[in-house]
């Protein structure tokens, strides 16, 4: 079928494969076409399957050539990277170079990029010099983490002088004021409820109304500077009035016995409460600080490796990520998008900000592969209970229902990947020679200022 092909390698791991079938499979897929509709399509004038070749052939000789040669190409191409080692990626579509000319009575030729598994030179993985954060906990931090829990625990009351104050949450009305004193219909807001000092509202009232009352009215003239976080607002001088309807304060239980017994039935005092914290804060501080090793650990074996990814690997991660990221968000693409544009930002613009990080991830993930495939590493029966017995602390279900999940929806393997590669993570860590980096805050370092 195939009389010549020919493979020429592209930039960014991709190819461009040439092929030329020869005449007579163009002639015989060609003339099945037209036996095939011969018998089955009718025509004005002729009894069905009684059309005549060269009628068939005037009225839809293009439509057959244009069919005759997707069948063609489809078939040839099939064939022709079963026995080449530049195997399509299958993540993207080939695509055709230039347009299909297809002639019944000649050899049939054409040309298709497409992107193909990249080529890896795997540098050195062993014995790699990377850092770690020094991460201070401090008393402010573990009595935060107390202020929080009386917060969840607190009661909402009114409060008994009526007078705003911060941390106060006040329900107020408020609209702007024209030029001739009057209200502005379409910026009226009734009944509007928010927590003085946390500058969630519109206008930026929370210190203009510090020691109003309730029922209490006034009028503010606030000037918004030209780079004022609301465009709407910023460079403009607005009239805003506004009237107090209702002050509540939150009532905070004492830091006793009693609240840590309330909290749980674990806790006998407060000191149990205390040290629960100040394990909570240590778990969440070794669990991130892995979690940067590891990644600083792959990132020095990218940089000591040679791979050049394909378009279409990039593509599928950043598809990858915004699917997470609309999930997260718990938005629709086209809810995400409005909220992006408001920003001055769009999806691809989004995406590209991703593309570095999508790379290296990519990347990582292939020399993780090849590192795999080098290393003996074994994953043992008791390595998967144990992973099990893991996972089904973490999730609060019985270990063998966990089990028999896994070995139901055919998991096992992954599973069983997934703990070798564990393995592999923390036999290069124990190899590598780890540093201390500089002293981050315990809240900078939780919200990822590092």
């Known amino acids: 079928m195939i009389s010549k092909k020919n493979i020429e390698k592209l930039e960014n791991s991709a190819v461009k494969l040439s092929i030329s079938v020869e005449k007579a499979e163009s002639k015989k897929e060609y003339n099945s076409l037209i036996n095939k509709y011969s018998k089955t399509v009718q025509i004005k004038g002729f009894r069905k399957g009684k059309v005549p070749t060269s009628i068939l052939e005037n009225r839809f000789g293009e439509s057959l050539k244009q069919e005759a040669a997707s069948n063609l190409l489809e078939k040839a191409f ?21 347009d299909l000319d297809f002639d019944p009575d000649k050899d049939f030729s054409f040309e298709v990029k497409y992107d193909i598994f990249p080529e890896v030179k795997l540098g050195e993985y062993r014995g790699l010099e990377i850092t770690e954060p020094k991460v201070s906990i401090l008393k402010k931090h573990k009595d935060a983490e107390l202020e929080k ?18 941390k106060n949450i006040v329900t107020m009305n408020y609209s702007e004021i024209d030029a001739d004193g009057n209200e502005v219909e379409e910026t009226k807001r009734e009944d509007f409820v928010f927590t003085v000092g946390t500058g969630y509202n519109y206008y930026k009232l929370d ?17 918004y500077p ?12 607005k009239k805003i009035k506004v009237k107090i309807s209702a002050v509540k304060e939150k009532q905070m239980p004492a830091l006793d016995d009693e609240l840590a017994q309330d909290i749980s039935e674990e806790f006998n005092t407060l000191d149990d409460l205390k040290a629960s914290i100040d394990k909570k804060l240590n778990d969440q501080v070794e669990e991130r600080i892995e979690n940067i090793k590891t990644d600083n650990l792959l990132l020095k074996i990218v940089e000591n490796s040679e791979i050049t990814l394909p378009e279409s690997m990039i593509k599928a991660e950043l598809d990858n990520r915004w699917r997470s990221f609309m999930q997260q968000s718990r938005m629709t693409e086209e809810n995400i998008e409005m909220f992006l544009q408001l920003q001055g930002q769009t999806k691809q613009g989004l995406l590209e900000t991703w593309k570095d990080e999508a790379a290296k991830t ?3 993930q292939i020399l993780l592969e090849k590192i795999l495939e080098k290393e003996d590493i074994q994953v043992s029966d008791e390595d998967i209970d144990s992973e ?24 096992m393997e992954y599973l069983r990947r997934d703990i070798k590669t564990k393995k592999l993570i923390k ?3 124990e190899s590598a020679k780890i540093t201390k980096g500089e002293k981050v805050d315990y809240s900078d370092f939780i919200l990822g200022k590092y």
Do not use: H, R
Request: without cysteine; aromatic residues 4%; charged residues 35%.
């Open 388 to 411: 099990i017995k893991t996972q089904a602390e973490m999730y609060k279900m019985p270990e063998n229902e966990l089990k028999e999940t896994f070995e139901k929806n055919g998991m």
């Open 226 to 237: 030209e780079d004022f976080e609301i465009k709407e607002l910023a460079g403009t001088t």
């Open 207 to 223: 210190d203009d109304i510090i020691k109003m009352k309730v029922d209490q009215e006034n009028v503010f003239e606030k000037t």
């Open 78 to 98: 099939k064939l022709a990277v079963e026995d080449i080692e530049e195997k399509p990626l299958g993540i993207a579509t080939p695509e055709l170079i230039g």
């Open 149 to 166: 829990i009386q917060e969840q625990n607190s009661v909402v009351v009114d409060k008994e002088n009526k007078t705003v104050a911060a």
């Open 427 to 429: 036999d290069l860590l």
């Open 362 to 364: 990519v990347k990582s």
